[in-house]
């Protein structure tokens, strides 16, 4: 089918949504079959009459054919969750369906549809986990309070995972890895967890997984490992969405984010530092990565995303050689690691960055989601990306003070009223459905003006 679906697309005899520099895309708005939905009881199910929309798209993987269509393995975040006022002075997010588990779905694309089937929800030998976040003494916490939607607070969860990527293991399962920790998940077929591996605790830290480079730890909250793939030769690669926070002082000094390559049958690592486009955004924490992709053992396409300067969201893949890139693990051995260094003194040091090369601008061709979080390889000439739709609901003020504030311009009382600047204020928070587009879960087929070489 992918042959023959490119030709379609090439010949014409199938629509397209956007075309520039000659990449032709073909648009699908991926749709439920089965009527999977998220259960939503709580204060404001009366929006939602029939549940939450499931918030696929966090990682996108290629399986292969199926007849004439092609099929893809995807995987949803941590759940359906809202922007929320802070308690006391802590940041916190609304979960509005506290026990839903992250979950695997398959993606069924013919000339006609995009249709997710099969859920399988993560789990392990107590049951099925949750997405709500770390306890705060543990490596991996956001230090985020989880509330309902009535602003009263849940409970947190060492089980707790943010999925974010998914590649097959080559054994029938699939390896994942998450925002939290962050971590990395090796499943079986059926979503039941393995192991975990995680950032190897020092000290007295407390970590629920090790086996990773302890200075991941850093990652910016909710900014671990935002994608993952596996080379031909076994090797895992993740990618930290953002730049490292080291000691608090490196988010927006760093000149790049790191890719963490891990041998499952060693557990060694070493890393690299794929390089931002530090001049386009107004603070270089500003740059995320979306999914990454192997093209082979030394090459990978990935998204890199954000508003820049301009306040303008970018989307971009790109392709990444990283064949002459420095372990950036001796230099952190020496007490100072390279996030610290402006472009000279990684030089005067030695480290040489994976060098990237821009291949598609994915806003020339149309794209109007804020995120891809999704990137797959269908064939050297044809990829395909899709976005979550964050469960299609938002956190909206009512009556807000000023026009402009956001949820934490608030904190929630004990009783789950409003306060500003500690007075009493009439606002409240509700939770509304996300509108069309944004509501949306988008996949695009992509057929580039030349093979991948």
Excluded at 6 to 13: D, E, K, N, R, Y
Excluded at 123 to 151: Q, R, S, V, Y
Excluded at 361 to 378: F, S
Excluded at 418 to 443: F, M, S
Aim: charged letters at 25%.
């Amino acid at each position: 089918m992918k042959h023959t679906l490119v030709a379609l697309l090439i010949a014409g005899l199938l629509p397209f949504s956007a075309q520039a520099e000659g990449e032709k895309v073909k648009r699908y708005v991926v749709t439920f079959p089965a009527g999977e939905h998220v259960t939503y009881q709580g204060k404001f199910a009366g929006h939602f009459p029939n549940g939450l929309p499931v918030g696929i798209g966090s990682g996108l993987y290629f399986t292969g054919q199926q007849g004439d269509n092609l099929m893809f393995t995807t995987v949803t975040d941590r759940g359906p969750n809202a922007d929320a006022p802070l308690v006391g002075e802590k940041e916190a997010k609304i979960f509005a369906s506290p026990d839903f588990a992250p979950l695997m779905m398959d993606i069924r694309v013919s000339a006609k549809a995009a249709e997710a089937m099969n859920p399988r929800p993560l789990h392990d030998a107590e049951g099925k986990i949750t997405g709500l976040p770390l306890p705060a003494d543990f490596i991996g916490t956001t230090n985020e309070t989880a509330l309902n939607d009535a602003l009263q607070p849940l409970s947190s969860n060492q089980r707790g995972l943010d999925t974010e990527g998914i590649v097959p293991d080559g054994k029938g399962g699939f390896w994942l890895c998450d925002e939290y920790g962050p971590f990395l998940i090796h499943v079986d077929a059926s979503g039941k967890i393995l192991q975990k591996f995680g950032p190897t605790p020092t000290d007295n830290e407390h970590s629920v997984a090790s086996g990773l480079p302890n200075i991941i730890k850093w990652r910016q909250p909710n900014r671990g490992f935002e994608g993952l793939t596996r080379l031909p030769d076994g090797t895992i690669v993740m990618a930290v969405q953002s730049t490292l926070d080291i000691d608090g002082k490196t988010k927006n000094k760093a000149q790049f984010t790191r890719l963490v390559m891990f041998n499952p049958e060693t557990q060694t690592s070493r890393m690299v530092g794929y390089p931002i486009n530090i001049d386009s955004y107004k603070k270089a924490r500003n740059a995320k990565i979306g999914d990454i992709v192997a093209l082979d053992n030394q090459r990978i396409l990935l998204i890199e995303q954000g508003a820049d300067k301009d306040k303008q969201v970018q989307n971009r893949i790109y392709l990444v050689d990283f064949s002459k890139a420095s372990d950036l693990t001796p230099f952190d051995a020496e007490g100072k690691s390279p996030e610290f260094d402006d472009r000279a003194q990684l030089e005067k040091r030695g480290i040489t960055l994976a060098h990237k090369q821009e291949l598609v601008d994915l806003r020339k061709l149309g794209w109007q989601q804020e995120k891809v979080e999704g990137l797959a390889l269908i064939d050297k000439q044809t990829l395909a990306v899709i976005n979550d739709n964050d469960f299609g609901l938002q956190s909206k003020l009512n009556a807000p003070v000023k026009a402009k504030d956001k949820a934490d311009d608030y904190q929630a009382t004990a009783d789950g009223k409003l306060t500003r600047e500690g007075k009493a204020v009439e606002t409240t928070l509700t939770i509304e459905p996300l509108q069309k587009p944004e509501a949306d879960t988008e996949l695009w087929l992509i057929t580039l003006a030349q093979p991948l070489k």
